[in-house]
């Protein structure tokens, strides 16, 4: 476990997404905490089934995340499920998230066209909004270039975009592998488009603020499929550790060269599932933490 006094928050005005998370990973490792509230585990930790069981979901988890890790990703459908009484709770853990220090990915999965998608950037980006976060999660299947308006607000509002690239899922490949009549899959053209986003906007040392979303089950397919996954210093977040069925190993073998400074790993359910006695789910993450290296 680490103690320190660590902000992911610190110098936010100066300081772009890229560099705070790679700040983040440096002090805490690249373990990223997944808040998800879903439906069983409210009820395996005895928490009933509305705002107050998720409130009370997520101090729990705050409470153990604190000095031990560097960012958290709340999936944003736990909380929309419950209507505005959801929305207000994932604004309060959000904003108390930040507060403390936490570095927050807010897993929404956004993506539409022009000024629909500047409205959802701002949404979750403005840090003067309801829904604040350091970067949210984005979809390109409108084409790459329609997530324009959300790169101008993640420049303008120093935060990050995570663009779905090989998600984790084994249904995503048959759309994200899909290939040109040159030969490039869908994901490469995406993380091709991503890295040049970065590249006028990343000092060499730091990492970029525009990421791709590459799964931990999937990373493989990236060197297979001629995915270059290392230009543009892009940060790379990675379910699919743990319940997905990933181990720290498969993360080291399908992210190569990559791993150690760009990789971001997400874990929800492998820690959830170790509460909600506190003492459990801070040895769970404190292992996953010193599994991950
Ligand atoms: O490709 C993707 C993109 C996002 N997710 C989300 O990450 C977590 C994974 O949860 P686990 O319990 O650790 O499996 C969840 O919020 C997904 O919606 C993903 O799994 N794969």
Known sequence: MTSDAFSGQQRRAELPFGARLGAAMQARGRLCVGLDPHPQILNEWGLTQDAAGLREFCARVLEACADRVGV??????????????????????????????????????????GSTMAGYAEAWLNPAGDFAADALTVSPYLGFG?????????????????????????????????????????????????????????????????????????????????????AGAMPLLAPGYGAQGASAEDLRRGFGACYSRQVLVNSSRGILAAGPRPESLTRAIDQAVEDLG
Do not use: M, W, Y
């Open 72 to 113: 958290i990703k709340p999936q944003v459908a736990f909380f929309e499920r419950f209507g505005v009484a959801g929305l207000q709770v994932l604004s309060e853990v959000q904003a108390q998230a930040r507060e403390s220090g936490l570095l927050v990915i807010a897993d929404a999965k956004r993506g539409d066209i």
């Open 146 to 230: 329609s997530l324009q308006p959300a790169l101008d607000a993640a420049q303008e509002h120093r935060a990050g975009l995570f663009v779905l690239a090989l998600t984790s899922n084994p249904e995503g490949r048959e759309v994200q592998l899909a290939t040109d009549a040159q030969g490039v899959t869908v994901a490469g053209h995406i993380a091709t488009a991503a890295a040049a986003a970065n590249i006028s906007a990343a000092a060499a040392e730091d990492l970029g603020s525009i990421g791709l979303v590459v799964g931990a089950t999937t990373a493989e397919l990236a060197g297979s499929h001629g995915i270059d996954l290392s």
